[in-house]
């Protein structure tokens, strides 16, 4: 079980669009289509935003997308607003039913 | 609408074990298509998946924790639990119990797999 790569932190203005990377292996990331993407404000539990690279749990918003090429799997946020500054965090499945976790993103709203 | 939340003891000495219980309501922990799963967080650091246990008792741990950390479900009290052996101040930590979704497709291939539903968390200390 190893752990997913992530950027430490990116930054957008209100209305722009950001990208948050989250580079696997052939074992996690690269060989199942089963990443799933967690919002955490501070001092709360994490939130599920996308299950499956690229699927919307109900509820949450369409400006919220998942993509994946290959070892990485990406989270875009589209039209930002200030209530999106929050951690983001990558999670993949791994062999032998384990998982691996990125680092995590501090999204930044300037 | 189901709901975890975790209960213990919010300071272990080192050395000892530290001990969790998650406990389910408004549901069934004996549902088919989850497993339950906890998973941590040091104070200012990245989220780290402890474990996971299904109903019937299977388990799958981080290997990196895998010699200290055993998981258990008790289905007659809705609940499942966490015990970490020999905790240094490094296993100080949110300890978050989640809900793990887990399906298969007609082919046999895995679906799911992520964490729908989290408790809100507890802060485990390791202190002397």
């Known amino acids: 079980q190893s752990a997913l790569t992530q950027p430490a932190s990116v930054s957008g203005s209100p209305g722009q669009s950001i990208t948050i990377s989250c580079t696997g292996t052939?074992?996690?990331?690269?060989?199942?289509?089963?990443v799933s993407w967690y919002q955490q404000h501070p001092g709360k539990a994490p939130k599920l935003m996308i299950y499956?690279?690229?699927k919307r749990p109900s509820g949450v918003s369409n400006r919220f997308s998942g993509s994946k090429s290959g070892n990485t799997a990406s989270l875009t946020i589209s039209g930002l607003q200030a209530e999106d500054e929050a951690d983001y965090y990558c999670?993949?499945?791994?062999?032998?039913?384990?998982f691996g976790i990125g680092g995590g993103t501090k999204l930044t709203v300037l | 609408q189901l709901q975890l939340q975790e209960s213990g003891p919010g300071l272990v000495k080192p050395s000892e074990t530290l001990s969790l219980t998650c406990t389910v309501s408004a549901g069934s922990i004996s549902s088919s298509s989850y497993y339950w799963a906890w998973i941590r967080q040091p104070p200012g650091k990245g989220l780290e998946w402890v474990g996971s246990i299904y109903h019937s008792g299977s388990t799958y741990y981080n290997p990196s924790l895998k010699s200290r950390v055993t998981i258990s479900v008790d289905t007659s009290k809705n609940q499942f639990s966490l015990k970490l052996s020999s905790v240094t101040a490094a296993d100080t930590a949110v300890y978050y119990c989640?809900?793990?979704?887990?399906?298969?497709?007609?082919?046999?291939?895995?679906?799911?797999?992520?964490?729908?539903?989290w408790g809100r968390g507890t802060l485990v200390t390791v202190s002397s």
């Open positions: 989640a809900r793990l979704l887990v399906d298969y497709d007609s082919s046999g291939y895995a679906t799911g797999w992520y964490f729908d539903l």
């Open positions: 999670c993949s499945y791994a062999t032998s039913s384990t």
């Open positions: 052939r074992s996690d990331v690269g060989s199942y289509n089963l």
């Open positions: 499956e690279v690229s």
